[in-house]
């Protein structure tokens, strides 16, 4: 079960990739929960990942979310509050998008940068 619910926490994870509003790190950090209890080998590749890893391994070691990674999100959330103006969303549509974006904002921006890595040990985790 643990298997299961870490491919797809991973599965989120990629589509967010692509689509701006649907989160990637929760979901990658979610998905490396799921298979630190499911898949030795999954949780390994993860935390290896080039391109997930270090996010992943961040967030485990120190609760940190990167400055890029706080600044994207900051975009994102007025994008979609900008995006629902556009198209004529009901004021209350865009004060609920203001207090729930409020709450987001306030978490990752309360959040530390992580702190600089030894040359070579963010390699060797991830």
Known sequence: ???????IALGFGI???ALPLLPTTPFLILAA???????DRLHTWLL????????I???QEQGAISVRA???AMAALAAAIVAAAAVG????????????????ATFLLTRPS??????????ENG
Do not use: N, T, Y
């Open 114 to 123: 992580p702190k600089p890595r030894p040359r070579g040990e963010r390699e």
């Open 57 to 59: 391994v961040d967030w």
């Open 15 to 17: 589509v967010g990739i």
């Open 33 to 39: 929960f799921c298979f630190s209890r499911g898949s």
């Open 70 to 72: 706080k600044a994207l």
């Open 89 to 104: 969303a009901s004021a209350k549509v865009i004060v609920v998008q203001l207090v729930v974006a409020g709450a987001v």
């Open 48 to 55: 290896a990942h080039p391109r997930f890893g270090p996010a």
């Open 1 to 7: 079960m643990w298997r299961i619910a870490g491919i």
